[in-house]
């Protein structure tokens, strides 16, 4: 299966501390996106990475892909307790059509 | 702001009953998805459309159909309910790409489906 795989599968830090969160997938992608999922919540879309970055940033976001290795990783810095939420990472690749396939996610809670 | 809205955020049905979740999406998307979530194994696609009246299957289609008439509304449908489709449903819709690359989902606020 293509599915990305996060690591870990649960993140618990304090206020203000740096969350990473890693992905990995097995077979050559176009992109890479993650998303955001609040409890209970749709998923929101939070950055997008082609294959061909190595390197993105949106805010307080930092995304790196490393498609040698296969794998991506999240970095939100300056936590807050607003960014408590699970983590998915989304792999698109050709498989008969356009398809996108995402992980089993990173629940991340930041501690007030 | 792309707009995708569910019909129920929760919903209750019995074994056997047919039931119908619908999406609707008002931004003159392409493609829309319909996708359960389950613990510990992530969002699986059950079925896709690119354009009215075209479908296409996911990776778990079984039990489900689908149906989109209009371009903005893409429909699920459980022709007879078991327990083990008691589950979080979510549908998304995409702009649709015509180039090589998948574009960003956005996504309804989800169905959490009990079928007793």
């Known amino acids: 299966s293509q599915q990305g795989e996060e690591d870990p599968q649960a993140l618990s830090i304090q206020e203000g501390e740096n969350a990473t969160m890693n992905c990995s997938y097995k077979?050559?992608?176009?992109?890479l996106q993650w998303y955001r999922q609040n409890s209970g919540r749709g998923l929101v879309h939070l950055i997008l990475?082609?294959?061909?970055?190595r390197e993105k940033h949106s805010g307080r976001l930092r995304v790196t892909l490393d498609t040698s290795k296969k794998s991506s990783s999240l970095l939100i810095t300056a936590s807050r307790a607003a960014d408590t939420a699970s983590y998915f990472c989304?792999?698109?690749?050709?498989?008969?059509?356009?398809?996108?396939?995402f992980g089993t996610g990173t629940k991340l809670q930041v501690i007030p | 702001d792309v707009k995708v809205t569910q019909s129920s955020r929760y919903l209750v049905k019995r074994t056997g009953e047919k039931v119908f979740l619908e999406c609707v999406q008002d931004?003159?998307?392409?493609?829309m998805f319909w996708y359960r979530q389950d613990p510990g194994l992530g969002l699986r696609l059950i079925y896709f459309?690119?354009?009215?009246?075209?479908?296409e299957k996911g990776d778990i289609p079984e039990g489900y159909s689908v149906s989109r008439e209009k371009k903005e509304r893409f429909s699920l449908i459980l022709e007879s309910a078991s327990t083990n489709q008691t589950s979080m449903y979510l549908c998304?819709?995409?702009?649709?790409?015509?180039?090589?690359?998948?574009?960003?989902?956005?996504f309804g606020p989800g169905t959490r489906l009990t079928v007793l």
């Open positions: 989304a792999t698109s690749y050709w498989g008969g059509y356009q398809k996108v396939t």
């Open positions: 077979t050559s992608i176009n992109n």
């Open positions: 990475i082609r294959s061909n970055e």
């Open positions: 931004m003159d998307h392409e493609n």
């Open positions: 459309s690119y354009d009215v009246k075209m479908k």
């Open positions: 998304a819709s995409s702009l649709g790409e015509t180039g090589f690359v998948a574009d960003t989902q956005y």
